[in-house]
């Protein structure tokens, strides 16, 4: 079932994928598709986040006190890297 990502939409890690955090970067592999995925900078910290499930409202607002980046801009590029992240399988989407 397609679910469209909203500021309301709650997310979290899928439980089955092994992961490793050095340097400040994530590696994990999908068990299930085979691939691997590195995320960086921002990307690592939203994964680092999401450990426990939380709205995309919640991930923003701590993102905000963070980093430098416009209120708008960064729902923007939060909701994409979520949709992302739910096409390749790797978050669990409630709401």
Known sequence: ???????????GRK???PFV????EVGMLNVDNGKYY?????AARI?????TEKSINDIVSIL?????IDKDN????????AESLKNEGLIDVKG
């Open 74 to 81: 960064c729902f923007t590029q939060v909701i994409s890297f």
């Open 1 to 11: 079932m397609y679910r469209n990502i909203t500021k309301e939409t709650v997310i």
């Open 38 to 42: 590195s995320l960086e900078n921002v």
């Open 64 to 68: 905000l006190e963070e980093y430098e």
């Open 15 to 17: 439980t089955n994928l």
């Open 47 to 51: 994964w680092e986040l999401i450990a």
């Open 21 to 24: 955090e050095m340097d400040g």
